[in-house]
Each structure stands twice: as C-alpha cells, then as structure tokens.
C-alpha cells in the first residue's frame, strides 16, 4: 500500500516512519510511505505557503496553489484516495480503519495554522478525517496515527497474524488486560488463571475482562458490540461481582 503525506514539516514525520513496526514493513515492501514537502510548491521565491484570511480574523491560511500544485505532481496511479486531516473531519474509527485497507493508496494532506483555503476541499478532497474533539497544531500527528491503524491491519505487517484481531475496537470492545514477567511485583502479582495452562480459561479470563474494562470505561460500546449468549453470561457475572463487592 502507498501512503503519500504532504506536509509542511517532513522532518517532522520521518523519524517515526523509520522507527519499529513501520520501519520494518517499509523495508519489507509491505507499504510504500511518500513525504512531499508542500513548500518545494510555493509560487514564489520566498517559498510562501500560507496568507491571511480573506474577511479578517487571527491566523494564517495554507495557500491553494502550493498545495495543489504538489497533488499534481505526483504520480496518476495507482487512484489515491485523498484525505485531509482535519478537526472537521469524520472522526477515525478501526472500522475506517478497516476500510482504508482495501485501498493500494492514499494522499493525506497535513492542514497547518488556521486550516487550508476551502477550495483545496472543493477541488481535490475525496475525504475528511479527524483523530477525535479537540485540535492540534497541524495534520502530522493524524497522518501518522492513520498509517499506523491502516498498516497494522495489512497481512504481513505485524509478527502474529491475530495480532490485528485481538487489538482493542476490532471485536467492538476494549482489549482485556495484559501481563508479562516477573509473576510479582511490588505487591502485585499476575491472575493465577493466566499461569495456570488451560487455555480455555484463560480465553474466558480474557473475554470476561475485555468486557469488564469495556463496561467501565466505554459502556457505550456495548450497546453496538455482537455479543452473543456466552458474553451476557459474562456480563451477568460481572455485575454479580460489583454488586458483591459494594455490599462487601
């Protein structure tokens, strides 16, 4: 998969593209990651790529022309999706996740200063994404956390091929608790059922906890989750245990 970023700050994003799970799947020919720096696009000699807004108001607005000069520089195929990563945008889910992968590649344009004149929606955007109800500094951070989510879903990308599967979202729910050496530590020890061998416990261990954390941290998610009669059960006990514990 080809993931082109453009951005004003490409320094800004090629040391954790070279770092870890990324690093790897690049060198592996899994993906394909392009940084196009948005200012080698600039009209001018000053490399100018953002003006005032029309209207008055504070800030500073990317410039059209740059930006969609450095789109048509680049290759035609294979088809982009262009995205603009932006806090109007459709908040980023597994599920979008999910369906990024089916696509061999896509444009992300990293906004900056008080976002990008409109007509960069209007004449080249297919879609809008934001990483969630608050706002940064510019579409860096979003880009990366895209291709991050999108490569981990790829086949190949991650060591284990349930890697994917088992992460928190993926099933509707959060990811149950983890641990790993040493079995104590200042106090606190490892559930017995975990070291016990029986991997059909441990399973139900899993589930059980994965909906637990779920319960008290996103309730919401459960109300679109596929939970079938085993995961009720679950929750019934769950809700025993609470109840026991307050009367306790």
């Known amino acids: 998969m080809i993931f ?4 004003l700050f490409p320094q800004a994003c090629a040391a954790y593209l070279k770092a870890s799970i990324l690093g790897r ?3 592996a020919g899994l993906i394909t990651v392009r940084l196009i ?3 080698e696009y600039s009209q001018d000699r000053h490399r100018t790529v953002d003006d005032a807004p029309y209207g008055g108001g504070d800030g500073m607005v990317m410039k059209v022309e740059p930006i969609v000069a450095a789109l ?3 290759p035609g195929k294979p088809d ?10 459709t908040p980023f889910t ?3 996740a999910r369906e990024l992968t089916g696509l061999e590649r896509l444009v992300l344009i990293c906004g900056r200063y008080e976002g990008v004149d409109e007509r960069v929606r209007k004449l080249a955007v297919d879609q809008e994404i934001s990483l969630g109800d608050f706002v940064l500094s510019g579409g860096e951070l979003p880009a990366l956390a895209l291709v991050d989510a999108v490569s981990r879903l790829i086949p190949g990308v991650l060591g284990g091929s349930d890697s994917a599967a088992a992460d928190s979202f993926s099933d ?3 990811e149950h608790p983890h641990y790993t050496r040493p079995p104590e530590f200042r106090g606190l020890g490892v559930p017995e059922v975990l070291t016990g061998g029986n991997h059909a416990a441990i399973a139900r261990w899993r589930r059980k906890e994965s909906l637990r954390r779920t319960l008290e941290r996103r309730p919401e998610l459960l109300e679109r989750a596929p939970l079938d009669q085993a995961d009720r059960e679950l929750l019934a006990e769950i809700g025993d245990e609470d109840k026991a514990g307050q009367s306790g």
């Open 4 to 7: 082109d970023i453009l951005t």
């Open 94 to 96: 597994q599920d979008a």
């Open 72 to 74: 048509e520089s680049l």
């Open 25 to 27: 799947a690049q060198k």
């Open 172 to 174: 509707g729910l959060l």
């Open 80 to 89: 982009p999706r262009i995205i603009l990563l932006s806090p109007t945008g």
């Open 37 to 39: 720096d948005v200012r």
